[in-house]
């Protein structure tokens, strides 16, 4: 079945604790990207990358890293996570070019919990 | 700066009526426009799209409308369903697709 994968799907961490979040597809697509969705200020992208080692900052980088060391996974990574991290995180892939007529396909998302 | 607002937080209908979904830009290099629709506890499904050179496009039930002059799009659901009640997110994108730039949503609630 082609999908996006997130884990955990559910996370609770304590502030400063080093976490990664994974996403893989399998769909061979080459636009990947992330998005943090937060009450009232609907999906914002954090980063996308739209091939192998090509990665770009979206609106809100600060705080995460990513790498795309091989066109299925695409890790965010929270060096020091802090509250203000707490949110709700999609992954989502496309096809080239395709992504504009068809749209990006979303991964079920992980809910993230800093205390 | 929110270059993407859709400034209606919440919208209910009548099932079998005309949905109408609004969303407002600020960029004027945006050259592609998206729908998706958002069910609880799952991710985005892309419903419908349209380029900057065009300003409609229909697929089934639902209907974009794009005036760039104005800087505005709406979603056309026609007739309404019940399973049609989901947040619905319009987004737009300049950079052939990687930056992708949603506004906050509106959440549709359609009754039998």
């Known amino acids: 079945e082609a999908q996006v994968t997130q884990n955990p799907r559910y996370l609770i961490t304590v502030t400063g604790k080093k976490l990664t979040v994974t996403c893989s597809q399998n769909?061979?697509?080459?636009?990947m990207s992330w998005y943090r969705q937060d009450p009232g200020l609907g999906l914002r992208q954090i980063y996308y990358s739209m091939n192998v080692e090509v990665t770009d900052k979206g609106d809100v980088p600060e705080g995460y890293k990513v790498s795309r060391k091989e066109k299925r996974n695409f890790p965010l990574i929270l060096e020091s996570p802090s509250p203000n991290q707490t949110s709700l995180y999609f992954c989502a892939s496309s096809l080239k070019g395709r992504g504009l007529v068809h749209g990006y396909t979303f991964g079920s998302g992980t809910r993230l919990t800093v205390v | 700066d929110q270059q993407v607002k859709q400034n209606s937080p919440s919208l209910s209908v009548q099932e079998g009526r005309i949905s109408i979904l609004n969303c407002d830009y600020t960029n004027s290099m945006f050259d592609y426009f998206l729908w998706y629709k958002k069910y609880p506890a799952e991710g985005p499904t892309f419903l419908i799209s349209i380029s900057s050179i065009k300003d409609k496009n229909e697929d089934g039930r639902f209907t974009v409308f794009l005036n760039k002059s104005a800087k505005h799009l709406s979603l056309h659901i026609v007739p309404s369903q019940p399973g049609d009640s989901a947040v619905y997110f319009c987004a737009a994108t300049y950079n052939q697709g990687g930056k992708l730039i949603f506004g906050q949503g509106t959440e549709l609630s359609v009754k039998p």
């Open positions: 769909m061979n697509h080459e636009y």
